[in-house]
């Protein structure tokens, strides 16, 4: 995995991983935030990376998605490195829902839209109104993100996230911000949303409940530079119960690896 | 309403209010329409003499006269014409610098200094040199009020453009929208209420600088007509002329005002 960089046949626990990090590091001037993390997703999968603040969580999603073009390692998203266009395959859901709040719904998930598919065409309009359905909010597709709450912008900024149909969605503590009801009600919706669509997901949380209650993998970041310390695999069929005690149990494990 | 207001003071409130409200808008004429009054007093009865300030009734019959006679439209039409050619044109360059200098540090860097030095030159400053440069006819005056309209127009919309959102233009990049895509859909929508607010300035100051245009070197328009008054010592025609500016300047103002209002909404 670490010797030869490309090659389809890369030795890996699974079968090709969609996203690949081999010994990731990065820094901002004189501060290194990311040294040698290794991570590895495969299709399908629902990892959730849990750190305390300043491990380098978010920073570790902005070299995902592209928004860091400086790094060194080797960061590959469907084989293909994500300096080289391989954050192309790659959507990503903000901390903030991050709307364009002159343009109504319909036009924000739009946004979304891989570049080749025209948003005026017929084709393209159905499959944003499916993702307007998928999200739940039917009935405000003319609406202004101002006319939302929280949490429907949110989802809006999902919905965006999904009509660029990513290898990879990644998902920056996108719930943070809500409130406890209204974010029990966005992880199911999130859960319903990644079984329907088959969607890999990373998500990045500081919260550890949700990332054992999502994931079937729990990445744990720690230490100054950032590293995966420890990683806990979630095995429990899903739907899960928020206080069934083997997912207490990993709960614990996840905090204790947290160093808490 | 004033009978039985101690049992009635909850219903009074509601119903009382939007009957004031019908005629707020109309509370901006009541000082106007006094001053009009007040004018028309102190000019019949003498306190100023009719040489130097006409009875209102006079400027009225004297507009009312240029009008009838078609004399009136000519300057109008020559007037508005100016305006329109140099704030269009005035407004085109400055969101195309403004656009330029929003986007790009360089452009900013070369331009950004010397067109913020410049935009402190009075407008009168310029109407000597753009006379000797163009001579006296249509161009300077135009090129003199796409001067005065273009550096509203080119501070609002590179602040604008530059102040755009690094979090929406994150956005734009993780959806590969590319540079054209992205200026259309985030950047300029973002930056279009900062333009409108540049234009609204542009348009008020290109009335300003077409009096200067006018006053200095014209043979027709409103500004030539205040002028002209002053030469035939006709006090009606030029507070008749000043009047016919604050009408039409006003009435720019309003129409630009509702542009913005629809296009920016709320």
Partial sequence: MSSDADGPATPTESADPVLAVDGLRKRYDDTVALDGVDLAVADGEFVAVVGPSGCGKSTLLRVLSGLEAEFDGRVAVDGTDVRDGGSDAVGMVFQEPRLL??????????VGLPADVDPQSPAARDRVDDLIETIGLDGFAESHPDELSGG???RVALARGLAYDPSVLLLDEPFSALDRLTKADQQDHLLDVWEARDTTVVLVTHDVEEAVYLAD???VLGGQP?????????DIDRPRERADPELVALRREVTTALGR | MATDAGTETRTIGPVAAPSIDRFRPLLGLVVPAALVVVWHVVVATGVIAAYQLPTPLRVAETLYGLAASGELWGHVAI?????????GLGIAVGVVFGTATGLSRTASDLLDPLLQSLKNIPSLAWVPLFLLWFGIGETAKVLLIAVGAFFPVYLNLSTGIAAVDEELLEVAEVYDLGRIESLRRVVFPAALPDLLVGIRGG??????????????????GIGFLLSDGRTLARPDIIVGSILLFAFLGNCSD???????????GR
């Fill in chain 2, 254 to 264: 309003v129409a630009v005002k509702e542009v913005r209002d629809r296009v920016v």
């Fill in chain 1, 226 to 234: 950032g590293s995966v310390a420890s990683v806990v695999d979630v």
């Fill in chain 1, 101 to 110: 709040d002159w343009a109504d719904v319909r036009e924000n998930v739009a």
């Fill in chain 1, 217 to 219: 993998r729990v990445v």
């Fill in chain 2, 79 to 87: 007037t508005l014409q100016r305006v329109v050619l140099g704030a």
């Fill in chain 2, 203 to 220: 348009v008020g100051l290109a009335w300003m600088f077409v009096v200067a245009a006018e006053l200095i070197a014209a043979s027709q």
């Fill in chain 1, 152 to 154: 429907m912008a949110q």
